[in-house]
Structures are given as C-alpha cells and as structure tokens.
C-alpha cells in the first residue's frame, strides 16, 4: 500500500510538471525565437545600409540610392518592434540615437556633390556612426542568444525536475521492496525453514527437536509449541490430541 501510494504521488507530480513545462515552452522558446530574429534582421539592415553606402561612394549608382532611400522605411518598420526585443535597460534609448545619428549622416552625404569632399565625409562621419551601431546591435543580438540558451537550460533543468518524482519512487520502491523481502526471509521465511527441519529431523531419526527462535511473535510461539509437543511425544511415544 505504501509504495502504491507512493508510485501514485510521484506520478501526479510529474504530469503536473510536464503538463506545466510542455504550456510553457512554446511561448517562451517562440518570444526567444522572434527576438532573436527580429534582432538580426536590424543587424543585417544596418549592414545593408553600410554596403549602400560603401557603394554610393565609391560608385555614385542610382541603385545605391535607392537602396538609402528605401532603407528609410524598412528602419522605421524595425525600430517600431524594438517592444518585442529582449534588450538589456538602457539599451533601446542608445540605439535610437545611434540609428538617428547614422541616418543624419547617410542624408548629409547624398547632398554632397563633389567626390572627395563625399569621401572625407564618409570617412570622418558616417563610417564611426555606423561601426557604433554594429557594435551595439551585435550587443543586442548577443544578449538575445544568452537569453535563449538560459531559457533552453531552465526548460532542460524543469524537464529532469519533472522526471526526478518518478526516478525516486522507482529507486524508492526497489529499496522498499529489498527491506521488505530481508525482513521476511529473515523474521518469517528463516524460523519457518528452521523449524521445518527440525520436525522432520525428530520424525525420521528420533532426534531432539530444539530451535533457536529469537522472536516473541507468531514464529516463537509456533516454535514454543512445536517444542512443547516434542516433549510430550518423546515422554508418552505419541501426540495427545484433546
């Protein structure tokens, strides 16, 4: 009954823990996910406005410009989902500004006109604006993998936490189940054998009956009696039956 009770208990804590685990992972691991996401593809596009640039520089190409121009839109879509990140506090104000300060630039030069005076300015004001804002963003992206990785190893340590119950009860149970057959065999089982051999020993070779049972339960009482009736049989030659 107890190592029922037992089996039962760790049971109902397990499916408790893995129904509760199983609920939680998907909505952690999904806002883990579009985090992470959503963080990579700021990194890609400042990355794409710097090869924009890089290449409005050096080529001065209609497409170059397009692809500054159409990066305004797809900046503003991005930061607008800076509420989904997972960033670190003073994070979200410091890439705004630094996203502000790259835009500045990157409009400053398509005015400019004349090549060298676009170079210098690319050089001495874009490019620092823009190695800024990787660092940063490369920052953000980092923080999302750790948050990632620390959720995956909570949700691993809930699963053997779930699982934990069940490997208690069942070493439990075994160790319960050794105790149980060693007291048997060694207060039930054991006498029982004992005084089996010795009433077959004074039956078939007249031998004294005489076993040591160190016990005040139903075996030595069963013992006293058997000893008892072989006194008596050995002093009258038969078993009074009353």
């Given amino acids: ?23 939680s ?33 050096f080529d001065s190409s209609n497409a170059a410009v397009a692809a ?30 630094l996203f502000n300060a790259l835009h500045t630039e990157a409009h400053s030069i398509l005015s400019v006109e004349d090549g060298v005076k676009r170079k210098n ?19 953000v992206v980092a923080f999302n993998r750790q948050v990632l990785h620390k959720d995956v190893a909570a949700i691993e340590q809930n699963r053997h936490r779930a699982v934990m119950p069940c490997t208690i ?5 075994v160790a319960l189940i050794v105790m149980l057959n060693y007291f048997i065999m060694r207060y039930f089982v054991n006498p029982l054998i004992k005084i089996t051999r010795a009433v077959e020993n004074t039956v078939e070779y007249k ?17 006293d009696a058997i000893t008892a009736l072989a006194v008596q049989v050995k002093k009258t030659g038969k078993a009074e039956v009353t």
Avoid: C
């Fill in 207 to 223: 031998s004294p009956f005489r076993v040591s049972v160190k016990s005040s339960d139903e075996m030595g009482a069963l013992n």
């Fill in 25 to 57: 992972v998907s909505g952690v691991i999904t806002k883990d996910a579009n985090s992470l996401t959503a963080s990579q593809e700021q990194l890609d596009m400042v990355q794409q406005v710097g090869y924009a640039m890089q290449e409005f520089i």
């Fill in 169 to 173: 009860a069942v070493f439990a149970g």
């Fill in 121 to 139: 300015a690319y050089l001495t004001g874009f490019m620092p604006a823009y190695r800024r804002l990787i660092q940063e963003w490369s920052g």
């Fill in 1 to 23: 009954m107890a190592l029922m009770l037992l089996l039962t208990a760790s049971g109902v804590i397990s499916i408790y823990e893995l129904v509760r685990t199983r609920t």
């Fill in 68 to 97: 500054l121009i159409s990066s305004d839109s797809l900046a503003e879509m991005l930061l607008g989902r800076l509420d989904e990140l997972h960033m670190p506090a003073a994070a979200e104000a410091r890439v705004k500004e």
